[in-house]
């Protein structure tokens, strides 16, 4: 039985993020077109203008397929710390802190401000635990 090709991982190799910054600084830094940067490093058009957007916003160039972590790292720490303190903790409260967690994570890894989030949900902090 074969198997269907979109279910094959790809044999390519993916690039690591000092591959993507270094692509993405010759669009913004060295102002080479994306078109030339494409012909030079045979990096395909639509990801080279990924990068360069991804780099201009200051956001994380991920290695990995598909969505990333909701709650990074230090978030799970965090979690996982809060846990083993307070084993009887009821779900509405654990549910809060993995969402203020959640939003965090979204700040650390957008490089915003978690009151410029607050201000544009209209939330106020008493409902993430803030």
Known sequence: ????????????????EATKTTIARFVVDVE????????DTSVPHRSVVRYAKHFIKGTVMRNE???PPKIDESGIKSLSQYVASHPNCESIDLKAKINQKAL???????????????RERKAPKSLLGL
């Open 1 to 16: 039985m074969t198997t269907p090709l979109k279910f094959v991982k790809s044999s390519i190799p993916s690039r690591t």
């Open 32 to 39: 080479k077109s994306a078109y030339q940067v494409t012909k």
């Open 65 to 67: 397929g598909g969505r």
């Open 104 to 118: 965090e994570s979204y700040c650390r890894q957008h490089n915003v401000d978690i009151e410029s989030i607050l």
